[in-house]
């Protein structure tokens, strides 16, 4: 059994401005291509800064997709706040509920890493999404990129291997925007981000064949498969695998998940929701 460890990933960061009353607020879309110190540096703020502004567990290690609050110079952290909860009640469905507080079911379902929208359990706690929330829209700049070919390779090895596709293509941008070059500071390579001794063990145990992390459909194949075998050791549930993709499987199983992999889970969902529809 491979354990992965979290990795830092490299991002670029989009800018945009956001107006609040009293001071412009930026907040920035990471993806592939800048590091925190960068980012910290170019408008004048510490690294500790950033961290406190966003609650970051590790300051080397930010995602793309993340969203990233930049605090004013010297502006002291803002204190955590606490999500609004509803307790699901006999008879009640994500429809009402969503009605009620003015969000969407997706919107839902994707905070709270539902695997069914037409099964919630009485006494369950639902974090409420702020009113008006509604499912990420996606990376638009994929549908003016060679990278777009991709999309069948997801669709062919998903296929072969029994994973749903849209879960792969949510994965795999999150993780390196389907970037093969992209290697992190750890030596996780490729569009699925495979940590070495990762390709050892799909190789030997998974595939028995000696595939190339630096081919793209090699990557996409033993991602897709490393997945399936996650899927197996968690009863199908996605957001477990994800976890175990991140951090590793023997810690997720025994109940021990990181709060940036919470986040991160959160985000490969998020992506989810778009390459679902799209």
């Known amino acids: 059994m491979q354990v992965r460890p979290p990795k830092a990933a490299a991002a670029l960061v989009l800018v945009c401005a956001l107006g609040v009353v009293g001071q412009a607020a930026l907040r920035y879309t990471v993806q ?3 590091t925190l110190s960068a980012i910290a540096r170019r408008y ?13 567990a590790d300051p ?8 990233l609050a930049i605090p004013a110079p010297g502006a002291a952290a803002p204190a955590p706040a606490t999500p609004a909860v509803h307790v699901v009640q006999p008879g009640e469905h994500l429809t009402a509920i969503a009605g009620r507080y003015g969000t969407t079911v997706d ?11 037409n099964l919630v359990i009485v006494g369950t706690r639902l974090v409420l999404p702020p009113p008006g929330t509604a499912a990420p829209q996606g990376p638009p700049e994929l549908q003016r990129s060679p990278r777009l070919e991709y999309a069948l390779r997801f669709d062919h090895w998903a296929e072969v291997y029994g994973v749903p596709a849209d879960l792969m293509k949510a994965l795999a941008w999150y993780e390196s925007g389907w970037q093969n070059h ?10 699925g981000q495979l940590m070495p001794a990762t390709v050892t063990f799909i190789n030997e145990q998974l595939l028995h064949a ?15 498969r490393f997945m399936r075998f996650l899927l197996d050791s968690t009863h199908g549930r996605a957001d477990l695998a994800l976890a175990a993709y991140y951090q590793g ?11 940036e992999t919470r986040r991160y889970v959160s985000g490969v969902l998020a992506f989810r929701g778009f390459f679902r529809t799209a």
């Open 60 to 67: 080397n290690h930010i995602r793309y997709g993340e969203s």
């Open 249 to 259: 499987l023997t810690s997720t199983l025994e109940g021990h998940v990181l709060a």
């Open 182 to 191: 992209v290697v992190s500071s750890t030596g996780a390579r490729g569009i």
């Open 32 to 34: 592939p291509g800048d």
């Open 44 to 56: 004048g703020v510490s690294v500790a800064d950033l961290v406190a502004a966003n609650r970051l």
């Open 210 to 224: 000696r595939l190339d992390p630096n081919q793209p459909d090699d990557n996409i194949r033993m991602s897709t």
């Open 107 to 117: 919107a839902l379902v994707l905070a709270n890493g539902l695997r069914d929208a």
